[in-house]
C-alpha cells in the first residue's frame, strides 16, 4: 500500500512539473504541424513578469515573449529581445514577425534557430518593445532546451 502511494505521489509531482503543449495539431488537409508550449513565467523586475513560450510550424521554430508592463506595441520596428549568458555572450533577435498590437501584454514573436540554443543557458533577457525595454534575469522554471524539447 505505501508503494502505491508513493508511486502515485511520485506521478503527480512529475505531472505538476512537466512542460505543457497549448496547442499541438496537425492539419488534416495540408499536414501541416503546430505545437505550442504554455507560457511560462521568465523572470520578473520592477515589479513585472516577463512571459515566454516556444512555437514549431513545421520545420520553423519560435519564441514569443510578453511582459506585464507596458512596454509598447508587439509588432512594431525596432522590437528586440537580447538572451545573456554568464560569460558574456548574447543571441539577440531583432526581427518581432508579429503584426503590429499595442494591446496590454501584446506577445513579440521571433523566428529563432534550435540549434543556437542548444547549449546556451541565459541568466538574463532584455525585452524590448517600441516605448522601451526592462532586464529580467531568467528564472524560468525550465531550462530553454526542454521547452524546446516539447516542440520537436
Known amino acids: 500500500m505505501r508503494s502505491l502511494f508513493l508511486t502515485i505521489a511520485t506521478t503527480v509531482a512529475l505531472s505538476a512539473t512537466a512542460q505543457e503543449l497549448t496547442l499541438d495539431k496537425v492539419d488534416e488537409f495540408t499536414g501541416s504541424t503546430l505545437k505550442l508550449t504554455k507560457d511560462y513565467t521568465a523572470g520578473k523586475s520592477l515589479g513585472y513578469k516577463l512571459f515566454i513560450g516556444f512555437r514549431r510550424v ?9 511582459s506585464t508592463g507596458d512596454q509598447g506595441c508587439a509588432g512594431a520596428v525596432g522590437n528586440y529581445a537580447i538572451f545573456l549568458d554568464a560569460n558574456g555572450n548574447t543571441i539577440k533577435l531583432d ?16 523566428v529563432i534557430d534550435p540549434s543556437e540554443f542548444e547549449s546556451f543557458v541565459p541568466t538574463k533577457i532584455r525585452f524590448a518593445q517600441s516605448e522601451g525595454f526592462i532586464d529580467y534575469p531568467f528564472e524560468c522554471e525550465f531550462t530553454i532546451q526542454q521547452l524546446l524539447t516539447v516542440i520537436k
Request: aromatic content about 12%; charged content about 25%.
Open 95 to 110: 526581427d518581432d514577425i508579429s503584426d503590429v498590437d499595442c494591446a496590454d501584454m501584446a506577445s513579440s514573436v521571433y
Open 58 to 66: 513545421d520545420s520553423s521554430y519560435g519564441v514569443s515573449l510578453w
